[in-house]
């Protein structure tokens, strides 16, 4: 499947600020959903977008899909020391039924 | 959101023999479960669609024959990793959609070690 283009590959902050990723695809996506893994564990689903220009919330979580339907952004509002983990983004392209393309992850490290 | 399971969370296994991995999903059925290898600091990379009551669907370059995957109901997929070797060391991963054309659940991985 495609790689899709994520972005920062880690970024290490401190306690409070926000952070922002983001991931683009050449290709149109139906479907982009951002997951957090933390080591030795499966991926757990933080925000799923379903249409172009959407924008939701998960608590201190904001994800919106890309008007062109090629991009997704994830913002973490004022992050806290158990926001440390990798963060992938995924897609699901028009044509391959549920299968999935990720992200290569972004690392977020915060510092109390 | 949906659960799905997945045993065992580890395993170590001599080279040569074969390790099988179950991916349930326990309050939901799928019919299409998808399995996903995942290398150190690494992102997931789709190996095989499985389809319950038919043959998977293997991506290019991931052997058939190392890899045999079953999907005998709509709760279960197995991931059989036969005459491991310790380049099949590796973190195995796989998901489930509840419903068609919705997110995927994760189960929790397999980190498989071959010594």
């Known amino acids: 499947g495609q790689q899709l283009n994520q972005s920062p590959q880690s970024m290490f902050i401190q306690e409070g600020e926000d952070v922002s990723m983001n991931c683009t695809s050449s290709s149109i996506f139906n479907t982009w959903l951002w997951y957090k893994q933390d080591p030795g564990e499966g991926p757990v689903l933080l925000i799923a977008?379903?249409?172009?220009?959407e924008l939701t919330s998960n608590g201190r979580l904001t994800a919106q899909f890309g008007i062109t339907r090629k991009d997704s952004f994830l913002n973490i509002s004022a992050s806290i020391p158990s926001d440390v983990g990798i963060y992938f983004c995924a897609g699901q392209p028009s044509n391959s039924g549920y299968a999935l393309n990720f992200g290569k992850g972004t690392s977020l490290l915060v510092t109390p | 959101g949906a659960v799905v399971s997945q045993h065992p969370s580890r395993v170590i296994c001599k080279s040569g023999t074969s390790v099988k991995i179950e991916c349930r999903s326990l309050?939901?059925?799928?019919?299409?479960m998808f399995w996903y290898r995942q290398f150190p600091k690494k992102s997931l990379m789709l190996m095989a669609t499985?389809?319950?009551?038919?043959?998977?669907?293997?991506e290019q370059g991931v052997e058939k024959d190392k890899f045999l995957i079953n999907h005998a109901s709509l709760t279960l997929s197995t991931l059989t990793v036969t005459s491991a070797h310790p380049e099949d060391s590796s973190f195995y991963i796989c998901s489930a959609p509840p419903y068609p054309n919705t997110e995927a659940f994760f189960g929790q991985g397999t980190r498989l070690t071959v010594v």
């Open positions: 499985s389809n319950e009551g038919s043959k998977a669907t293997y």
């Open positions: 977008l379903y249409k172009a220009g």
């Open positions: 309050d939901f059925q799928a019919t299409t």
